[in-house]
């Protein structure tokens, strides 16, 4: 089961994760439904803003190589 993030999985109040509220209704069927064996996605297109809808942009921001030293 794939669900989106922002305004289903949050009451998108904010843009500012540390401070978005959660749809506390939302998260118990997905409770229920992990627990009957679904396997959850979070998806979001929370990105496209920070980068202007360029998806290139995006994953270069995602998939970058991580600097070991």
Do not use: W
């Not at 989106?4 to 994760?17: E, I, P, V």
């Not at 009957?36 to 297109?45: D, L, Q």
């Amino acid at each position: 089961m794939i669900i989106d993030l922002d305004g289903t999985l949050t009451q998108a109040n904010s843009t500012d994760y540390a401070n978005v509220l959660p749809r506390l209704d939302v998260i118990a069927k997905l409770q229920q439904y992990h627990a009957e064996g679904f396997t959850i996605v979070i998806a979001t297109a929370g990105n496209m803003r920070r980068c202007d809808g360029n998806v290139r942009k995006i994953n270069i921001m995602l998939y970058r190589p991580l600097s070991l030293g």
